[in-house]
């Protein structure tokens, strides 16, 4: 059974970083297809930054630079570092492993004040 487990939000100002973690736990021998995702009151979810299935990075065109995915393949771990925080970017951020059929964390607050 595959499980993804999020960590690293908060509360932070404009400016400020934060570092989000992604546990995949079960059966997973590759992090491609795996990514975050982000979802504001009242919007839909949109992807933020994800490996695809070759492994190259995809970001979103509102990253700007600002943040970087990487990953850790022997702790099955992904993380999102987000540099330069907007108030725009106030979400629930998930998780997602793109299989047979899609896996998501519980997603965990980032919260940027002006």
């Known amino acids: 059974q595959v499980q993804l487990a999020e960590s690293g939000g908060g509360l932070v100002q404009a400016g400020g970083s934060l570092r989000l973690s992604c546990v995949a736990s079960g059966s997973i021998f590759s992090l491609n297809g795996m990514g975050w995702y982000r979802q504001a009151p009242g919007k839909q979810r949109e992807l933020v930054a994800r490996?695809?299935?070759?492994?190259?990075?995809v970001y979103a065109s509102f990253v700007k630079a600002r943040f970087t995915l990487s990953r850790d393949v022997a702790k099955k771990t992904v993380y999102l570092q987000m540099n330069s925080l907007e108030p725009e970017d106030t979400a629930v951020y998930y998780c997602k492993l793109e299989r047979l059929r899609d896996y998501w964390g519980q997603g965990t607050q980032v919260t940027v004040s002006s």
């Open positions: 490996f695809d299935n070759s492994g190259t990075t």
